[in-house]
């Protein structure tokens, strides 16, 4: 009978006291330490009938009703524990989102906050030129902006462009961007409330557009030069919204330049929280759990809605990150 053969060797150091191998050593050591060798000879036919002994045995009568009564259990456990891997994720995890608001402000804003004293010195570090201000938007609310520019004083007569940062930080974090347009332009920029050393206010859609416009406002009676309007990500939406408020009481910006927008916050959500936002998309009651929810507290951020109502000139960008 044929029998393939598996050899492996084992080396170690001979003892200088006992039997020496009468073979050359296999392997050379500083100080001339031999070693010397051991064969183990595998039969793979050996271990192929032991294996078909072992499943003989396990395939036995008694044995047969025990592996059964194994499949049933272990089958059971799998259903019981993709249950409740499925209630888990598609409804209790959904559930404080539909809930509270302020699980949804918690995710949807990413503030970054500080005393008036870091905002007067900040943007100098990047030989910025800028006024640090406050626009009182109503009692006991007020928001903070820069006013930068290269230049040594404030060009009335040159073009202004207001930034509307995306939501996370504040405006100290986007001092790059105010380096590069800081000379075509005189760049405002200003936090949204609650952010930065903007009072804190409740986060909701119509408080801050209603921030945006009274900013909008304060630079018209600061400017005879055109304005731009340029809004990051979620800053886009409150942008586009106030934009199209404005419009209605007859003020149009030159411009409006959307960088990364989304059409709706509920869309975005499928995409920015991934993979559980992804998967939350697929859910037959999305809309209920999440687009609902946030339309009911005022954070639909629906832009496809608002750009409707925009009559100015619009750039849309997408920026990678």
Same mark, same amino acid.
């Given at each position: 009978m044929s029998c393939c053969l598996f050899e492996c060797s084992v080396v170690f150091p001979a003892d200088a006291d006992k039997d020496r191998c009468a073979e050359e050593p296999i392997l050379g050591y500083e100080n001339d330490v031999e070693y010397r060798k051991l064969k183990c000879t595998l039969s793979i036919a050996k271990i192929l009938s032991s294996l078909r002994r072992l499943r003989y045995w396990l395939c036995s009568k008694g044995t047969r009703r025990?592996?059964?009564?194994?499949?049933?259990i272990t089958s059971i456990f799998i259903l019981i524990l993709l249950t409740i891997t499925f209630i888990t994720l598609f409804v209790l995890l959904p559930l404080p989102f539909k809930n509270s608001?302020?699980?949804?402000? !918690? #995710? =949807?804003?990413?503030?970054?906050?500080?005393?008036?004293? %870091?905002? $007067?010195?900040?943007?100098? &570090?990047?030989? #910025?030129?800028f006024t640090n201000q406050y626009v009182t938007v109503k009692r006991n609310l007020q928001i903070g902006l820069w006013n930068?520019?290269? !230049?040594?004083?404030y060009h009335r007569s040159k073009p202004t462009l207001i930034h509307f940062h995306n939501q996370n930080g504040d405006r100290r974090k986007y001092e790059n961007f105010y380096s590069v347009y800081a000379g075509p332009f005189n760049v405002i920029a200003?936090?949204?409330?609650?952010?930065?050393?903007?009072?804190?206010? %409740?986060?909701?859609?119509?408080? #801050?557009?209603? %921030?945006a416009v009274h900013v909008y406002s304060w630079v018209l009676n600061s400017t005879k030069g055109d304005v731009y309007v340029w809004g990051d990500?979620?800053?886009?939406?409150?942008?586009?919204?106030a934009v199209a408020r404005l419009r209605n009481e007859g003020v149009v910006p030159t411009g409006l330049i959307l960088e990364n927008p989304f059409t709706s916050l509920s869309d975005w959500i499928g995409y920015w929280y991934w993979p #559980?936002?992804? =998967?939350? &998309?697929?859910?037959?009651?999305? %809309?209920?759990f999440v687009t609902e929810p946030l339309?009911? $507290?005022?954070? !639909?951020? $629906?832009t496809s809605s608002y750009i409707r109502n925009v009559d100015c000139p619009i750039l849309v960008l997408n920026a990678g990150y």
């Open positions: 025990r592996c059964r009564k194994c499949c049933w608001i302020e699980f949804q402000r !918690s #995710l =949807i804003f990413n503030p970054d906050t500080g005393p008036h004293s %870091d905002y $007067n010195v900040s943007g100098k &570090s990047r030989g #910025l030129n930068v520019s290269y !230049s040594d004083y200003f936090d949204y409330r609650s952010y930065g050393d903007s009072s804190s206010f %409740d986060l909701v859609e119509d408080g #801050l557009v209603d %921030d990500q979620l800053g886009a939406a409150i942008a586009t919204h #559980l936002g992804r =998967i939350f &998309s697929w859910m037959p009651w999305y %809309d209920a339309i009911e $507290n005022g954070l !639909s951020f $629906n």
